[in-house]
């Protein structure tokens, strides 16, 4: 079942790009333009936005992490048909794929599609699945960037959960984007720690198993540790190494 967003939520007007057109530089559709339109909006309306802009040539990409309850129950609001994309790396704990479940059966999520590692590749590039720990960059562009470039290819814009207190890399993240050929949507940016978990309780939504043990981002399991009290909620990523993204959003996997 489809919901309307209410006539609160409705985006303000722009033009919509013509079906199969680039998004890039050039391409006339004026991201800049719309991120300024949508500088003062709830996130609520940017997904709308986004939908409205892309009518079945947009999709959401999930984690499944520990604040991704947050953005799906938005979409939820906004249309349960919306594709959300998810990669399950081969890496992923246990409790990660039983999290998604839960979410999917709580939201009423009808388009969640799971995509992993290309089997021909794993078996060359990383037959003894170690490539994490002899080298992360290229582990996370086998499992993470390639699938989602393929997870990507139907779609001329997409839906993250990024936000801007997140990591000092993510500071300055706006709520539209160019991402090479496609947009990019950031709803949650201006959003805090305090108002995410606001807005899971205010929603009583489900939280991920292992937030409760200091895990507050949570990746792939041999490259996710505990964080300790005042650090960096990502430190627990990639611990020790100068590697800070998995690559999807910066293109060369690190």
């Known amino acids: ?30 991201v800049a333009a719309l991120d300024e339109k949508l500088r003062s909006a709830a996130p609520l ?17 999930s984690s499944f992490g520990t604040e991704s309850a947050v953005l799906l129950h938005m979409i939820a609001q906004v249309d349960t048909a919306t594709p959300v994309l998810f990669l399950d790396t081969g890496h992923l704990f246990e409790e990660t794929l039983a999290y ?32 994490w720990a002899d080298d992360p960059d290229a582990c996370c562009g086998l499992r993470k960037v390639e699938p989602l470039a ?7 814009a997409w839906i993250n959960g990024r936000k801007r207190y997140q990591a000092s890399t993510r500071a300055d993240i706006p709520f539209v984007e160019e991402d090479g050929a496609r947009v990019k949507f950031n709803p949650l940016a201006a959003l805090g720690r305090d108002d995410l978990l606001a807005y899971m309780d205010a929603h009583a939504l489900p939280r991920h198993p292992m937030e409760k043990f200091g895990f507050p981002s949570i990746g792939c399991m041999p490259c996710t540790s505990r964080v300790k009290p005042g650090e960096d909620p990502r430190a627990g990523r990639w611990r020790g190494k100068s590697k800070t993204e998995c690559g999807i959003h910066v293109g060369d996997g690190k």
Do not use: N
């Open 150 to 156: 393929r997870a990507l290819g139907p779609y001329a």
């Open 100 to 131: 998604r479940d839960t979410l999917i059966a709580r939201l009423g999520l009808t388009q969640v599609l799971t995509f992993s590692p290309d089997p021909v590749a794993l078996a060359a590039r990383d037959p003894e699945k170690a490539l």
């Open 1 to 30: 079942m489809t919901a309307s967003p209410s006539a609160s939520l409705s985006p303000p007007p722009f033009d919509q790009p013509a079906p199969g057109a680039p998004l890039g530089a050039g391409s006339g559709f004026d």
């Open 45 to 61: 309306e940017v997904i709308a936005a986004g939908l409205a802009a892309f009518p079945g040539r947009i999709a959401a990409v």
